[in-house]
């Protein structure tokens, strides 16, 4: 029986070793990397720049003015999607939870905009938004309607992605609560409508605080990702007009790729990251929710 | 007659939630249904004010995809996303294995790995690969392309396989080898044609997520190893606004996700959680 659990073991470790050689290489090597460039004033258009400059990059991100508007667009950003996603998920999943004939078709149409390629997504939106092509011309030129360059106004072009971006990750808020529900238990909810409450109380007072973790999940998940919002800006905007759509993720971007400062960009990528570090393992706190320690 | 009507309030009820359901439904899939008409139209039908509902559907957008080289990037997609899923699945599925049965001293450090790697943005990487790809003359190649989608497909397959792994009775495989059969044989007879489904889940899966990718493409290639989605964004940028073939090209695009999605439905919020919730 040892000799099994020793030979177990081994087989075990070299089964892992592999997995864990390439895991490693692909993801903590380059990050370690991305730490490093970030202390150099890393320009690929000067070749004698890759050198240690201590906190310079870091030191310049404070003064820097776009920096500031892009954490702006970005708190704006995120806000609005993961609230909106929150409760139009919440709606749609109690619209899906009720019996329904063709109730598995139902969901499955509801989850398209979430599996669609992003940059797909992007498009869709580009053209709806695009005065030449939009279908909503069926509506307004019947009616002498004048639309406004939603993509090119400052006022409303953040809002164009609000919405594009709402409309595509809804279906993931939605399959959280979803499930939510179908796990939640009857008990309180039949006592509840033995006791007269109305479907409204029912909502609010048993409900919604047995789906206090799942709505907690779903939405610092979307707010994480929210961080990551490319496709539809570059699609859309390009962080434009101005810099009126360029949250911190599109700066670092064009800072590294329409531009050459690899450096700079890097330690905005850094600081973006620790960010979403503590986000996750805020996540992984979140009670219920983390797997069994075995 | 009040039960009479009760029942027929209850049941008038029930016949309003669904009108309503796809109501929803149909507005909410309407960007999609345009885009659909959009790639069937001619020039002319595309941009006739005010827009037309009814139109003869043309092919010309999808035959034109074909003179605007399209293959090639399709063809580099489905190679792309190929053998990430192959390679992923070699090293994924025996870790994810390994993680289920052996004792858990990894697995919490594993679990956050995995879910940071996730949550962080892909420029994190974007970077790093870009320098390195550089040095060693790996921009605008296929192996580019298919190293840097390991980096969340790998932590995918492990991450869902495990669940299915945990799913497995070891009782099943001890018997196995009280019956005489080595740990190999336990595996191949026993425990991989049980989770038949989630490797076929885990690799329809990363498929999806290379097939679906932009960004590490539009950062690490330029011509050669260019993928679909950049392919149809240049449509946008460099030829003009050619809104025929960046409609029809999005169609085939996301075609085979459409059919592919559907069949793994239910481990979307695995997929996409790894790492974070149980699977």
Redesign the interface.
């Known amino acids: 029986m040892t000799s099994h659990a020793a030979y177990r073991r081994r087989v075990v470790a070299i089964l892992l070793a592999p997995a864990l050689f390439v895991l490693i290489a692909v993801t903590a090597g380059p990050l370690l990397y991305l730490l490093v460039t970030s202390f150099t004033p890393l320009d690929l258009t000067r070749p004698d720049s890759f050198r240690f400059s201590g906190f310079d990059n870091y030191r310049e991100l404070l003064r820097d003015d776009r920096f500031w508007n892009s954490v702006g667009v970005q708190f704006r950003l995120s806000a609005a999607t993961v609230l909106a996603q929150l409760v139009l998920g919440l709606g749609l999943a109690l619209l899906l939870n009720r019996p329904l004939p063709f109730r598995e078709a139902l969901r499955t149409g509801f989850m398209v905009p979430m599996v669609l390629p992003p940059i797909i997504v992007a498009i869709i939106w580009k053209i709806w938004f695009t005065p030449l092509l939009t279908p909503l011309n069926v509506l307004t030129v019947p009616l002498g309607i004048v639309q406004p360059s939603w993509l090119t106004e400052p006022a409303l072009a953040l809002g164009t992605i609000v919405l594009a971006d709402v409309w595509e990750w809804t279906p993931f808020t939605t399959l959280i609560l979803l499930a939510a529900l179908q796990m939640m238990p009857d008990e309180p909810l039949e006592a509840a409508r033995v006791d007269g409450a109305s479907p409204w109380q029912q909502f609010l007072w048993i409900i919604l605080p047995l789906l206090r973790p799942a709505l907690m999940a779903a939405g610092l998940f979307r707010l994480i990702d929210s961080f990551k919002a490319f496709p539809l800006i570059f699609v859309m905007t390009g962080g434009g007009p101005g810099v009126a759509t360029e949250p911190t993720n599109y700066y670092a971007y064009t800072q590294a790729f329409n531009q050459t400062f690899i450096g700079y960009s890097s330690a905005m990528i850094v600081v973006m990251l620790m960010v979403t570090m503590a986000l996750s393992a805020l996540i992984l706190g979140l009670p219920g929710l983390q797997r069994d320690a075995d | 007659m009040p039960t009479d009507a009760v029942a027929r309030s209850s049941r008038s009820r029930?016949d309003w939630?669904?009108p309503?359901?796809?109501g929803?439904?149909l507005l909410?899939?309407?960007?999609?249904v345009?885009?659909l008409m959009?790639s069937f139209k001619t020039e002319v039908d595309?941009?006739a004010?005010?827009?037309k509902?009814i139109f003869v559907p043309t092919l010309e957008n999808y035959s034109g995809l074909l003179e605007a080289r399209f293959l090639r990037p399709l063809l580099n997609s489905v190679v792309v996303a190929t053998v990430t899923t192959v390679l992923s699945l070699a090293?994924?599925v025996?870790?994810a294995?390994?993680?289920s049965?052996?004792r858990?001293w990894?697995?919490?450090g594993?679990?956050?790995?995995i879910?940071?790697?996730r949550?962080?943005?892909?420029?994190?990487?974007?970077?790093?690969?870009?320098?390195?790809y550089r040095t060693i003359g790996w921009l605008d190649t296929l192996s580019g392309l298919i190293?840097?989608y390991?980096?969340f497909n790998?932590?995918l397959v492990?991450w869902l396989m495990r669940a299915f792994f945990d799913g497995i009775p070891v009782s099943l495989e001890e018997a196995a080898?009280i019956d005489g059969a080595s740990?190999g044989q336990t595996i191949r007879a026993v425990v991989l044609p049980l989770t038949a489904p989630g490797i076929a889940a885990s690799a329809i899966l990363c498929f999806?997520a290379a097939?679906?990718d932009?960004?590490f493409a539009?950062?690490l290639t330029r011509s050669s190893a260019m993928t679909a989605?950049v392919a149809?964004?240049n449509f946008?940028h460099y030829a003009g606004w050619d809104?025929g073939r960046?409609?029809a090209g999005?169609i085939i695009?996301?075609l085979p996700?459409?059919a592919f999605?559907?069949p793994v439905?239910r481990y979307?919020?695995s997929g996409?959680?790894a790492g974070?919730?149980?699977g």
Not at chain 2, 28 to 32: G, H, I, Q
Request: no cysteine; aromatic share 14%; hydrophobic share 75%.
């Open positions: 029930v939630w669904l309503l359901t796809i929803v439904l909410v899939l309407s960007p999609v345009w885009l959009m595309a941009l004010m005010p827009p509902l090293l994924g025996p870790a294995y390994a993680l049965r052996g858990a990894a697995t919490g594993i679990a956050f790995w879910l940071a790697t949550m962080a943005p892909p420029i994190a990487f974007a970077i790093p690969f870009f320098l390195a190293v840097i390991l980096t790998l932590s492990i080898w740990l999806l097939w679906n932009f960004f539009l950062v989605p149809i964004v946008m809104w960046i409609t999005s695009v996301a996700v459409i999605a559907v439905r979307l919020v996409l959680t974070a919730l149980k």
